[in-house]
């Protein structure tokens, strides 16, 4: 039940989860093993929601400080998708973080947040990591389409498209801690419209929209990293195949401009 220690499902480390679903099968497997039936506990991943006015917030698995405070090796990237087709009306903004090993693709945990289909997503991931998927079967996944409910390619598919990028190297990733604290041997380069840059960008950036990118490599050094990024990472993975592609050197800001926006 609730007052036990119990044995986290990926890091097998134990720990206290009071989680109301784990504490009835507890129940229930106690009940089994009184009346003679061989039943056991198959551990805790701590896959919680909570409603905030009107915000869901959730998640499963390891969260990026445990990892840390167990020592593991392990990327994060940053999601911000509608949680269904943004032409049909309702649309609303999915935030999801994923935790993943860079060398295998499996998954640690997983954190949302958003006003429509939030647990959804996490509920998937938490079957993912419970039947021990990597990011690569993310990719495959083949959830329900309809407009009203989500798009062609779901959240949880790009999350796999994103990580399964960054572990095969078709792209390498940088954080927004990467952004506050440029080296000199780093250009930030803001691939939004001009508009965008205008509103609002990381201090010391350089505006070079991605459909203007091939047209205008010329202006930038090839002696220098550059730390690429849009608004939610997109167009930045578009440019830093176009870069790379050229001789340039370069590394794409997860989740974009919004979650920089949102780290600082």
Same mark, same amino acid.
């Given at each position: 039940?609730?007052?036990?220690?119990? /044995?986290?499902?990926? *890091?097998?480390?134990? /720990? %206290?989860?009071?989680?109301?679903?784990?504490?009835?099968?507890?129940?229930? %497997? &106690?009940?089994?093993?009184?009346?003679?039936?061989?039943? +056991?506990?198959?551990? /805790?991943?701590?896959?919680?929601?909570?409603?905030?006015?009107?915000? &869901?917030?959730?998640?499963?698995?390891?969260?990026?400080?445990?990892?840390?405070?167990?020592?593991?090796?392990?990327? =994060?990237?940053?999601?911000?998708?509608?949680?269904?087709?943004?032409?049909?009306?309702? &649309? +609303?903004?999915?935030?999801? =973080?994923?935790?993943? *090993?860079?060398?295998?693709?499996?998954?640690?945990?997983?954190?949302?947040?958003?006003?429509?289909?939030?647990?959804? !997503?996490i509920d998937i991931l938490a079957m993912a990591i419970r039947a021990k998927l990597t990011v690569f079967?993310? /990719?495959?996944?083949?959830?329900?389409?309809?407009?009203?409910?989500? *798009? &062609?390619?779901?959240?949880?598919?790009?999350?796999?498209?994103?990580?399964?990028?960054?572990?095969?190297?078709?792209?390498? %990733?940088?954080? +927004?801690?990467?952004?506050?604290?440029?080296?000199?041997?780093?250009?930030?380069?803001?691939?939004?419209?001009k508009e965008e840059f205008n509103a609002g960008t990381i201090p010391g950036s350089v505006n070079i929209?991605?459909?203007?990118?091939?047209? !205008?490599? +010329?202006?930038?050094? =090839?002696?220098?990293?550059?730390?690429?990024?849009?608004?939610?990472?997109?167009?930045?993975?578009?440019?830093?195949?176009?870069?790379?592609?050229?001789?340039?050197?370069? !590394?794409?800001?997860?989740?974009?401009?919004?979650?920089? !926006?949102? *780290? %600082?």
């Open positions: 039940g609730d007052a036990i220690e119990v /044995t986290e499902f990926v *890091s097998n480390t134990k /720990t %206290i989860i009071p989680l109301a679903g784990p504490a009835n099968r507890q129940g229930r %497997i &106690a009940a089994d093993n009184v009346l003679g039936y061989q039943a +056991s506990y198959k551990n /805790t991943q701590g896959t919680g929601v909570c409603k905030i006015f009107n915000q &869901a917030v959730a998640m499963t698995g390891l969260n990026e400080k445990t990892l840390q405070k167990l020592a593991y090796k392990y990327e =994060k990237i940053y999601l911000h998708n509608n949680d269904h087709v943004s032409y049909y009306p309702g &649309a +609303s903004m999915i935030h999801l =973080k994923l935790l993943f *090993s860079p060398n295998d693709g499996q998954i640690f945990g997983a954190q949302a947040i958003g006003e429509q289909g939030v647990a959804r !997503r079967d993310l /990719t495959e996944t083949e959830l329900c389409y309809a407009p009203p409910y989500g *798009s &062609a390619k779901d959240i949880i598919n790009y999350a796999g498209f994103v990580a399964a990028n960054v572990i095969t190297g078709k792209v390498k %990733i940088c954080h +927004s801690n990467d952004m506050q604290n440029p080296t000199a041997n780093q250009i930030l380069l803001d691939v939004r419209t929209p991605v459909d203007e990118l091939r047209s !205008r490599l +010329s202006e930038i050094a =090839k002696d220098k990293e550059l730390l690429v990024f849009c608004r939610v990472g997109l167009r930045g993975y578009l440019a830093c195949r176009i870069l790379e592609q050229n001789g340039f050197t370069c !590394r794409n800001l997860t989740g974009g401009y919004l979650t920089y !926006r949102a *780290s %600082i």
